[in-house]
């Protein structure tokens, strides 16, 4: 052997022996040193931590009706770490054949569909995969490692196969859950809202701390706003399998919480009769499409009915919902049955902003109970003449009587008046600040959420949206961007808003809160469902009551002429209401609104209250009836509707021309 070939031995053997020398103590540490951790982590792989769902809390009324509760159900869910082929990205839009077929597979037991849908992903654009891949892949973009819901409510024999298939269907498995159901149907489903599986984002919200990703959570309405007490504490069972996911024993157990009880101030026969009043308003009075209602009381702000039209069935979410149906109920077409038009829909008053006009013209002195006007029928300034609805013309009132008449000229003229400097005064004269602490242009703070602070126009209000219009205009290239009309504010502006019109965007929560004000002498309540946290026994674990956000310092004098002339239009001859309430056996305080719209029929206003002075059940009802015409004819028959249910208990239409008494 010569030298260099005797080096070249040398370094292969060195190298060997080290390749070796690694291999050997690689194997020592882990056959011997950590030969307990390996064997303590293969046991573990034979131990599954199955979860226990807590029944979800019931929401009852005040008298104890249910309205949301939980029943028993089973599901089945597919875990995508577990599918034949580990579901990935890559294997949204063309999953591997293994997992096709199980797909398939289940679809056959399930009864569903395997023909290939399309499936919009996030992420991925709309995918033409079966819809069980479709439910999988939508749920895997959102939370990867959480199981994915394929069918809810499933027979007991389908429980049955699937369950003594388990190795047939990997990744397969059938859970017990807590389904939702609304025992009113379509009534008050904007108000309770939806529960459904959290999404990526909730789970990282501290609200949700502790959820697991299967968990479902209240998405919208009461069940969103009082989640953390209605949802309880799953459990869990950690039982041990064989190498087949076939079970073999509990190791321990550990049992759901149910969640609490929500006790609300809704009345259940109200909320029925008030939904029932207002689709018939829009029955009969084409083109109205759509409105909504607030029953309270003035005293303290408890809400004894609310209701949105149109509505849907809550039910419906209990499931899947495949994305046909949904573009079909709830798509662009449906005119929005999941918005809550009492507290998310705003819009001009109309006249029912009259009584805010004459609290600011009567606190600020511009105006005195005694003054008169003389209507003539139409109001002029700066070349612009405004008149009456139907050019009437009512001579000379004092403010109780043009209140009872619905008189806009003398409105007209108590706007001018009221207008202040705009570079002086850039948040408004009397009437903005009058406004503004009746709440218009501010969330109530009422318990649900999504409610919209609506507007309140001033001049450094205008200014702004001018200048937005005017970047937009610049950005866009554009003539307009219809966001506002370039023009400064002028005392036009200050006559609008005096009568409920222009640029005043308004909920129907926000204009009850303003005339519970009005009827408990100035505390501007807080609008709240919630009455009590209750353990499942019954026990009152939190009171929820939250005091009024303010007191508005009026002058009782003015209070009483303003009531005087909201009474008289309700129950007095040529009272604009008085046609639907001067046979009312109660004391009713009520006022009418017409606001116009561009493009559309006028939308229809009513506010009335029956004040604690003369009832022991005091309530205030608003109602707004999307395109529903005079208010008098659009909405105070709803308001009559619900106050007969309230005081009587039986529906009190109102028969246009008829002398009709409960």
């Known amino acids: 052997m010569t030298t260099q070939l005797a080096l070249r031995v040398a370094v292969v053997g060195t190298f060997s022996l080290a390749i070796f020398a690694i291999l050997f103590f690689r194997l020592w540490f882990l056959q011997v040193l950590s030969a307990d951790q390996y064997r303590l982590q293969a046991n573990v792989n034979y131990v599954r931590n199955v979860e226990i769902a807590a029944p979800r809390g019931d929401i009852i009324d005040r008298n104890g009706t249910i309205l949301a509760s939980s029943q028993r159900a089973y599901a089945v869910e597919v875990s995508p770490p577990g599918l034949p082929v580990p579901l990935t990205d890559a294997g949204l839009a063309h999953p591997p054949r293994a997992d096709a ?36 892949a939508q749920e895997y973009v959102q939370l990867p490692y959480a199981n994915a819901t394929v069918a809810t409510d499933i027979p007991s024999a389908v429980l049955y196969y699937l369950s003594e298939r388990q190795g047939a269907f990997p990744g397969v498995s059938v859970q017990q859950i807590y389904q939702r159901t609304y025992p009113l149907g379509d009534v008050a489903s904007q108000v309770l809202g939806i529960v459904g599986r959290i999404t990526k984002g909730e789970v990282a919200e501290k609200r949700n701390r502790g959820v697991s990703p299967n968990d479902s ?61 207002l689709q018939q308003s829009i029955d009969t009075n084409y083109p109205a499409n759509g409105g909504a209602f607030v029953a309270m009381n003035p005293e303290n702000g408890a809400i004894y009915a609310m209701g ?69 029928g139409q109001f002029c300034i700066e070349g612009q003449c405004r008149h009456n609805a139907g050019g009437a013309a009512n001579g ?206 006028d939308y229809a206003w009513y506010v009335c209250f029956v004040p604690s002075w003369v009832t022991s059940k005091p309530i205030i009802v608003a109602v707004w009836v999307e395109q529903g015409g005079f208010g008098a004819v659009g909405a105070a028959p709803v308001a009559r509707e619900i106050l007969s249910q309230w005081f009587f208990g039986k529906h009190g239409a109102y028969v246009p021309g008829s002398s009709q008494t409960l």
């Open 217 to 277: 959570v209240g998405q919208s309405g009461l069940e969103e706003a009082y989640d953390q007490y209605l949802r309880g504490v799953d459990g869990a069972d950690r039982v041990r399998v064989d190498a087949l996911g076939n079970f073999q024993g509990y190791l321990s157990q550990k049992a759901p919480v149910a969640g609490s009880t929500l006790r609300t101030s809704l009345d259940a026969s109200l909320e029925a009769v008030g939904q029932s009043a």
């Open 396 to 601: 000379v009132l004092d403010l109780v009587n043009a209140i009872r008449v619905s008189d806009d000229v003398f409105f007209y003229n108590l706007g001018a008046l009221l207008n202040a400097d705009p570079i002086a005064h850039p948040n408004g004269g009397a009437l903005q600040q009058w406004a503004r602490a009746y709440g218009i242009g501010r969330r109530s703070g009422v318990d649900l959420p999504g409610e919209s602070a609506g507007n309140l126009p001033t001049p450094a209000w205008r200014a702004r949206v001018d200048r937005l219009e005017l970047e937009c205009e610049q950005k866009q290239h554009v003539p307009s961007c219809g966001i506002a009309d370039g023009r400064p504010w002028s005392i036009g502006d200050n006559i609008n808003l005096a009568v409920g019109q222009g640029d005043v965007q308004v909920t129907p929560v926000q204009l009850a809160t303003a005339y519970a004000a009005i009827a408990n002498g100035g505390s501007i309540v807080r609008p709240h469902i919630g009455a009590d946290i209750e353990s499942p026994d019954g026990t009152v674990l939190q009171k929820i009551d939250p005091p009024a956000a303010r007191h508005l310092n009026i002058n009782p004098l003015y209070l009483d002429t303003i009531r005087a002339g909201l009474h008289d239009a309700a129950q007095t001859a040529g009272g604009t209401s008085d046609d639907v309430f001067g046979n009312f056996p109660e004391q009713v305080y009520g006022k009418t609104g017409t606001a116009q719209y561009n493009g559309q029929q």
């Open 308 to 376: 949105s039209l149109p509505t849907y069935n809550a039910s419906v979410f209990t499931k899947p919902v495949p994305e046909s149906v949904y573009s079909q109920d709830f798509g662009p077409a449906s005119n929005d049955p999941l918005l809550n038009r009492a507290i998310q829909s705003v819009g001009p008053t109309g006249s029912t902003f009259k009584p805010i006009t004459a609290t600011a013209a009567l606190e600020s002195g511009a105006w005195s109970v005694d003054e008169s006007y003389d209507d003539s």
């Open 101 to 136: 077929a199980l797909y398939d597979r289940l679809a056959g037991v399930l009864g569903i569909s395997s023909n290939r849908v399309s499936c919009p992903v996030n992420g991925h654009g709309v995918l033409h995969i079966s819809q069980i891949a479709c439910s999988v």
